[in-house]
């Protein structure tokens, strides 16, 4: 056959069977368009996920303390110290900062409002360099606040607003848990973290 019958025989195929063409025409839009869409979600998932992994730091490292209680007249062994990180970065080529974090859940108070169940993270200086952070109002505390014992803190965007409203933080004395330990606000956060 000649490719000129054969156009013919298919073009009176499809104008003889119109609804079955429509719909095999349909099936193949259909089938494709999902492969694109399938294609295009599993791209913009990839993204995401390497957005939040990125956002952590491709570069940083954990470690954490395996701390355990034993029980009575046993004594846990082990364990990291502050001590360690400060070796870590004094004695590790290519170490850029060490930051050593202590979570709690606490309460914050100040003035009137009381706020229960804030997670309170306590972190030594190099914690915006090593997270790539910035502060939005104020500063971060330093190796001179740490050294000096002063009780400073940098407040979460969202306790800021929630305990000072529009005012600004920097300078407040919010307290955290009961008895009352005030600590004088030294910065807030941005909304990003």
Not at 18 to 23: A, N, V
Request: charged share 20%; hydrophobic share 40%; with cysteine.
């Amino acid at each position: 056959m000649r490719p000129v019958e054969v156009l013919r025989i298919a073009w009176e195929a499809v104008r003889k069977n119109k609804i079955r063409s429509l719909l095999t025409m349909l099936g193949i839009i259909i089938g494709v368009a999902a492969v694109i869409i399938m294609i295009a979600i599993s791209a913009g998932t990839e993204a995401t996920i390497s957005d939040q992994i990125t956002s952590l730091g491709s570069n940083l490292i954990f470690v954490s303390a395996n701390f355990t209680r034993m029980g009575p007249g046993v004594s846990s062994s082990g364990g990291l110290i502050y001590d360690d990180a400060t070796a870590i970065a004094e004695k590790i080529s290519g170490v850029k900062g060490v930051v050593v974090e202590q979570d709690a859940t606490e309460t914050v108070k100040a003035g009137d409002i009381s706020l229960d169940s804030i997670s309170v993270s306590g972190a030594s200086p190099d914690f915006l360099t090593v997270r790539d952070l910035t502060v939005a109002s104020g500063r971060f505390f330093t190796s001179e606040d740490v050294t000096n014992k002063k009780k400073v803190a940098v407040l979460g965007y969202k306790l800021a607003q929630e305990l000072f409203g529009t005012t600004d933080p920097v300078g407040q004395l919010p307290g955290l848990q009961y008895p009352l330990d005030r600590h004088r606000c030294v910065g807030r956060k941005g909304d990003g973290w």
